[in-house]
């Protein structure tokens, strides 16, 4: 992480915290380490925010220094009860569902949507090349944990999204 490096830190053969960079589950990268007690990780969200997932096996000594670590690198600590991930997948997917709810409802074409979201809201790409290139089953079984834990409406998986799915689409169909 060139932040930290920025910041004077660096990496050591017997560290006090490891912080595993990831964008999902850490648990099982922390088992294989010689002392898991160690281990936090760190999902980056934009520029400006990291989330910080520690595993049961972690010490609170290395959550707090992970936390520590990440604000001297300018970022905004935020814990996630058990894995990284969680707030991208709570905002971003119920965005990719909407979409497809959009879609499927006759608002708009596939490509209209992309389109109005990269050039109208400056989106680095539109939410059914989001959709795509992170994989219909990934986005379908991330909104069912987040309905399963929260029974928000807005976590259930749009119709058209599990039908594909269930259909081993990869791709939105295109007229």
Request: aromatic share 6%.
């Amino acid at each position: 992480m060139e932040r930290l490096r920025a910041a004077g830190f660096k990496e050591s053969e017997e560290p006090d915290v490891v912080l595993r960079l990831a964008d999902r589950p850490v648990i099982e990268h922390a088992v294989r380490l010689p002392d898991p007690a160690r281990m936090v990780g760190v999902h980056l969200v934009g520029d400006q925010v990291a989330e910080l997932a520690s595993t049961v096996l972690t010490s609170q000594e290395a959550g707090r220094a992970a936390r520590d670590l990440v604000k001297v690198a300018g970022l905004t600590p935020v814990p996630c009860k058990d894995r990284a991930g969680f707030v991208v997948d709570a905002l971003l997917f119920p965005y990719l569902n909407d979409a497809v709810r959009m879609y499927d409802s006759g608002y708009a074409s596939i490509e209209d949507i992309d389109a109005a979201m990269r050039l109208g809201c400056g989106y680095p790409a539109g939410p059914f090349e989001m959709l795509e290139s992170l994989g219909l089953a990934k986005v379908r079984d991330g909104l069912r944990a987040l309905y399963a834990e929260y029974r928000e409406p807005a976590f259930a998986p749009a119709p058209l999204l599990d039908q594909l799915v269930t259909a081993g689409v990869s791709r939105f169909p295109r007229p």
